[in-house]
């Protein structure tokens, strides 16, 4: 854990954080590819869409080694106590369902599980809801808050 408390995401945090995004969208634009995968042959190489996943499984280890190691701003403090919980449960069940969604779409493709593929499907849809709504709070402090805590996620910031 990190000795003091971190005012802003390291440039490697955030630099994650965006190919993450980038590439949890490809994955979701390539699913396609991944219908009837119980056909492909045995020693069939893994598709885009699975190579994407398991890059995505990686890169989100890293990144969950990085926030326990150095840690994270907190968010506001005018925020109320049921919203700075809600960003807190949030953000780690982002951190999990990335982890957790190509780890069972990997099961599925390599040992042909429909019900690992099915974990999967389930696991698929959390993670976008659960985005959707850490997008929504993040649009909320942006333009109807007005705190400045999108910027914390920029590439461009000094």
Do not use: C
Request: hydrophobic share 55%.
């Amino acid at each position: 854990m990190p000795k003091r408390p971190v005012d802003t995401y390291s440039a490697i945090q955030v630099g994650l954080h965006w190919l993450i995004v980038v590439l949890i969208v490809a994955a979701f634009l390539l699913s396609d590819q991944m219908q009837d995968f119980e056909d492909l042959p045995a020693d069939a190489a893994l598709p885009l869409h699975g190579r994407i996943g398991l890059t995505v499984f990686f890169l989100m280890i890293l990144r969950l080694v990085i926030r326990v190691r150095r840690g994270a701003p907190p968010p506001p403090e005018t925020d109320p106590a049921w919203q700075r919980r809600a960003a807190h449960w949030t953000h780690w069940a982002l951190y999990a369902l990335a982890i957790l969604t190509p780890w069972a779409g990997g099961f599925a493709f390599y040992l042909r599980s429909e019900t690992a593929a099915d974990v999967h499907e389930v696991l698929k849809t959390l993670l976008l809801v659960t985005a959707a709504l850490h997008t929504a709070a993040a649009l909320y402090h942006q333009f109807v808050v007005k705190d400045g805590l999108l910027w914390r996620m920029n590439l461009r910031r000094s």
